[in-house]
């Protein structure tokens, strides 16, 4: 196969050679003349597809929570989803922030004012970016499979341009997942808030906050602010160990980012099964 990385022979009256092939996509002039789409003989949908099932999964759900506004509290676990409560329209709890800074907010659910940083974060995260340019936009499908679209401008205009400020939602998600820890703190409480409760809330809250700062810690931009501009790691070695960590993490940062996308959904839904009284929280003591 061709690759994007030979000359381009196609003449414009403009002499804008490089936008000329870009209005031909892959299958120009100056390309190999393949007849067939792509020469694969395996199963290379099934990767985009699945992603695209998972991701729609996700987003079916968390905007069925999101705009749901209620059985997110069950003492003393608060949803993931609704922490920390920015709204007086927020269930009366004491296991989680709750600063009512926001009024009422006309009666919108504090979730969709709290969601906005994790998901801006996962939204231009260089993985999520993949999994969703993919199985959504097939730009491109798959490896070796040419994309549908006859023009390329990648990241350069709007909306996509807004990928860039995903350094920024990185400072946001630490302060989410700060949020998050604390509320993992106060999970070992009973519904009177007598410290020394330990139930399957507990243990699904712990999961959760170490797959969250896992992903959260192995993001490419962390591991660029831990690393990034030393011209002498021997001159810093505290950095240096510090940025060999996060490389062992955003080595996993694929799988990471899924289970804890996951963990948060289970989470949340855990609160919902036991605030509508589906069950009881099991305790372990």
């Known amino acids: 196969m061709a690759t994007g990385t030979e000359p381009q022979t196609n003449s414009d009256t403009s002499g804008d050679t490089h936008h000329t092939a870009n209005r031909g996509g892959v299958r120009t002039g100056s390309r190999a003349a393949i007849a067939a789409p792509h020469l694969r003989t395996d199963r290379w949908w099934l990767a985009p597809a699945a992603t695209a099932a998972g991701l729609l999964a996700f987003v079916v759900y968390s905007t ?4 749901a506004n209620e059985y997110y509290y069950a003492a003393p676990y608060v949803s993931p989803f609704y922490s920390p409560c920015l709204a007086e329209n927020c269930a009366p709890m004491r296991a989680g922030p709750n600063w009512e800074v926001l009024g009422g907010w006309w009666g919108l659910s504090p979730a969709l004012i709290i969601l906005v940083f994790p998901l801006g974060f996962r939204l231009t995260c260089y993985y999520y970016r993949k999994a969703y340019y993919r199985g959504f936009w097939a730009s491109p499908p798959a490896c070796a499979v040419a994309e549908p679209h006859k023009k390329y401008t990648g990241e350069t205009r709007f909306p996509l341009i807004l ?7 990185f400072y946001a998600a630490i302060l989410v997942a700060g949020i998050l820890t604390y509320d993992t703190v106060l999970a070992f409480r009973d519904e ?27 993001c490419h931009s962390c591991r660029h602010i831990v690393g990034g501009k030393l011209k002498h790691f021997s001159k810093h070695p505290v950095r240096y160990r510090m940025w060999q960590f996060v490389g062992r993490l955003n080595a996993r940062h694929m799988l990471l980012a899924w289970t804890s996308l996951v963990s948060v959904a289970l989470a949340d839904f855990y609160v919902y099964l036991v605030a509508s ?9």
């Open 277 to 285: 009284g589906v069950f009881a929280d099991p305790r372990f003591f």
């Open 192 to 218: 009177t808030y007598a410290w020394g409760h330990m139930g399957l809330g507990t243990l699904v809250f712990l999961v959760n906050i170490v797959l969250i700062w896992a992903y959260t810690l192995s």
């Open 163 to 169: 990928q860039n400020l995903h350094r920024y939602f």
């Open 64 to 67: 069925w929570r999101a705009f």
